[in-house]
């Protein structure tokens, strides 16, 4: 028996009805089940993840202080020889140093110094690393040679005593020029850990797919690699922000930079060289800029480790 149109028709199931969107009900329920806003987004990190919440909050603090701290500090340095190495009081929370200045005050107005180099430094260096490192990792052949010749010899050279030999040479006044400085010598290992994800990604079908109809190097790059490896990028980004905070630091200690302006690596370095270890009623002034780096690290290295978990979801389910 041959069916007809109208006999396959009336076999067919119903229609769903209309939304007025173009849409079927199920796939709107469906996305109206799954969207979540911001405000349960972040309510339901903070609850899974409470180490990592704290860690945003102490990072935040330190943003706060970069932004704000110098507009409710005053920028004059009032030297107070009767109040040489002050313990905490109502006029000074963390006591003064060797000259009778509030540390409290130098670290708030430290905070911006550190922040801005440690965040152009990483900046520079990620964003050299991953374009290199990708664009070599696609092309191969001898470019690929080339750039594995040139990262090899970044990496022999010795960190403290290239910027030491730089500084005799160019002069680091500026925040601009310290971060380039410090990014020069801190991208080759992001990039070979950018190439080697690129090699992976490179074999995938859909990158194949997209090389077979001839699409381009850059639709390659930035539309089918790169977004995939935002993850990777971002962890990669905090921590090169922590290497170059540990640099500046560096170097601000040893005096190879101008010993002037606002900078926990420079209370340190007078805290040296004025001979404040010497002195037991020092040890405000000295610890105050050391417990500073090490919160702001370990904000940077918990948040990496909380982005980790939360872009990996085998982590985030384990």
């Known amino acids: 028996m041959v069916q007809t149109t109208a006999d396959l028709a009336h076999t067919l199931p119903p229609e769903p009805p209309s939304t007025g969107t173009g849409r079927l009900p199920s796939v709107e329920a469906a996305e109206g089940h799954y969207r979540v806003g ?7 990190f903070v609850r899974r993840n409470k180490i990592g919440a704290a860690a945003f909050l102490v990072f935040g603090f ?6 704000f701290g110098p507009l409710l ?3 004059e340095k009032v030297t107070d020889l009767t109040q040489l190495y002050s313990q905490p009081s109502r006029d000074h929370i963390l006591g003064t140093d060797y000259a009778g200045h509030d540390t409290f005050t130098q670290i708030v107005r430290g905070a911006r110094s550190v922040l801005v180099v440690g965040a152009l430094a990483a900046a520079m260096s990620t964003f050299f690393a991953v374009t290199l490192g990708s664009i070599s990792a696609l092309i191969g052949g001898p470019s690929d040679s080339g750039v594995l010749l040139l990262t090899d010899v970044v990496l022999t050279i010795p960190y403290i005593v290239f910027l030491g030999v730089l ?10 020029l310290l971060a380039f400085i410090i990014a020069a010598v801190s991208w080759p290992t992001l990039l070979r850990a950018v190439r080697a994800q690129v090699l992976s990604l490179k074999e995938r079908e859909y990158v194949e797919a997209a090389r077979v109809l001839d699409l381009g190097t850059p639709h390659i790059l930035f539309r089918e690699v790169l977004p995939n490896m935002t993850s990777y990028i971002v962890i990669s980004f905090v921590i090169a922000m922590t290497n170059a905070i540990y640099g500046q630091i560096i170097l601000y200690f040893f005096g190879l930079v101008p010993l002037s ?5 420079l209370m340190i370095q007078f805290a040296f060289t004025k001979g404040a270890i010497y002195f037991t009623d020092s040890l405000w002034y000295i610890m105050s800029p050391i417990v500073a780096i090490c ?3 370990l904000s940077l290295v918990l948040i990496s480790r909380s982005l980790e978990e939360l872009f990996n979801p085998r982590l985030r389910e384990g």
């Open 38 to 44: 911001w405000g349960q987004a972040l309510l339901r």
């Open 62 to 67: 330190f943003v706060f202080l970069a932004i």
């Open 73 to 75: 500090t005053s920028t």
């Open 167 to 176: 500084a005799t040479f160019v002069k680091l006044d500026s925040p601009i």
């Open 261 to 265: 302006g606002d900078n926990w690596g």
């Open 295 to 297: 919160l702001l690290q």
